[in-house]
């Protein structure tokens, strides 16, 4: 055999392995469990009612009328192999459990490539739900709207929700980590501007400050943010806030250097009228205390958040509150709700501040509209004081 007819065959033989020979074997599966992810999601819809709450985070009423919600609005749709519930639920069991794509494709059957596929599918189809679900209040102070703590509400007549930040865990590359830091803790997070109204429904939120930006910084961004208009009380009204904002007109602070946790009142009753009015504001503020212990009780991975980049990492939250809105707003029995639906559950925020330096504080409205408010807070004071509680 000549050289070149050696050359022609190594050749020939080369192509047949590249392209025919592997070709022939049969490859072994990954995923070959008995179980498909469309089988185990219609045992979520069909099996014990406590097994979707457990792996879902919310009941199955709320979970089918949720799908028929995106199928109907946000025109998700079914692919080939997957349904829009089995879609759904990949995506509520990565957020609610803080599950890496691992675990999600075991149980669901599918590569890793097809779960990031329809995490970021329903993830964008989120952020259209968000709009929808986190709109502002009408700010109607009625007392007989849904929340506790009425009598109160009618002394404080104007106030329409309550105003506060919190933190949310972050997953930071080390060069940005100095900016995500917590107040003294090693981990990073992100800081989180919320309003909710008297029923713990959102009503605004600004996601994906630095966790050691100050509230008041944040407050006075999201009043000038065009992209964003700030749901500001007409006159009249006002947002309850704690001590990291400015005692202004739309937002009424508590007394400084003066006692305010809850837990402080039960063990000496409030004496002065100045104690009175922050053992009141406290009362009716700590609806959105209780609002975000909702919230991270429901979705783990607000406490603990998985490595995606931060644009996602912001977008995850922000799914969070919307959904949040929509099990709220849907009425139906709801464990997390019932856990969190007493008045005056104490849920000590180590992101609120009372005692702080006010120069920290960064003002936003006028001298007159400053003085208003301290007016306003003063008579509420004096007419607490002269009820008998």
């Not at 060069?175 to 909710?196: E, F, S, T």
């Not at 009228?273 to 009362?283: G, I, P, Q, S, T």
Request: net charge positive; hydrophobic share 40%.
């Amino acid at each position: 055999m000549d050289h070149d007819k050696k050359i022609l065959l190594v050749i020939i033989l080369y192509l047949y392995v590249r392209f025919f020979w592997k070709r022939g074997l049969k490859r072994k599966r990954d995923n070959d469990s008995r179980m498909t992810g469309h089988q185990y999601t219609l045992e979520l819809l069909q099996g014990n009612p406590k097994q979707c709450i457990e792996m879902l985070r919310m009941s199955r009423e709320s979970f089918v009328r949720l799908c028929a919600h995106f199928r109907i609005t946000y025109l998700l749709k079914d692919s080939k192999h997957v349904s829009v519930e089995e879609k759904m639920a990949m995506f509520l069991m990565m957020i609610g459990h803080n599950q890496r794509y691992v675990v999600i494709k075991r149980r669901f059957q599918h590569s890793k490539q097809t779960i990031h596929k329809f995490f970021y599918e329903v993830l964008d189809k989120m952020m259209l739900f968000a709009k929808d679900m986190i709109v502002p209040t009408s700010f109607n102070p009625n007392p007989n709207i849904p929340g506790h703590n009425k009598r109160l509400r009618k002394v404080f007549k104007g106030v329409v929700g309550a105003l506060d930040g919190t933190l949310i865990h972050a997953i930071v590359p080390k060069a940005q980590q100095d900016l995500y830091r917590g107040r003294g803790k090693g981990d990073c997070y992100q800081n989180i501007l919320a309003i909710c109204d008297f029923n713990m429904i959102f009503t605004f939120i600004v996601a994906g400050w630095e966790g050691v930006a100050h509230d008041s910084r944040i407050l006075s961004e999201a009043l000038s943010d065009p992209d964003a208009p700030f749901p500001f009380p007409p006159p009249e009204k006002y947002y309850l806030c704690d001590a990291a904002y400015a005692h202004t007109r739309g937002f009424m602070a508590p007394y400084r250097n003066v006692r305010y946790w809850l837990g402080d009142f039960r063990r000496r009753r409030a004496l002065t009228n100045k104690e009175k009015f922050n053992h009141a504001h406290a009362k009716l503020r700590n609806v959105i205390e209780r609002a975000f212990g909702v919230l991270k009780a429901r979705f783990p991975i607000l406490k603990r958040m998985a490595p995606f980049p931060l644009a996602t990492q912001r977008n995850i939250a922000i799914a969070c509150f919307a959904l949040h809105n929509f099990i709220r707003k849907e009425g139906l029995s709801d464990d997390f709700f019932t856990q969190y639906d007493q008045p005056n559950v104490s849920l000590q925020n180590s992101h609120v501040h009372v005692n702080g330096n006010e120069d920290e504080v960064e003002a936003h409205g006028s001298t007159a509209d400053r003085d208003y408010m301290t007016k306003l807070r003063d008579e509420i004071a004096e007419q607490l004081m002269q009820n008998i509680e």
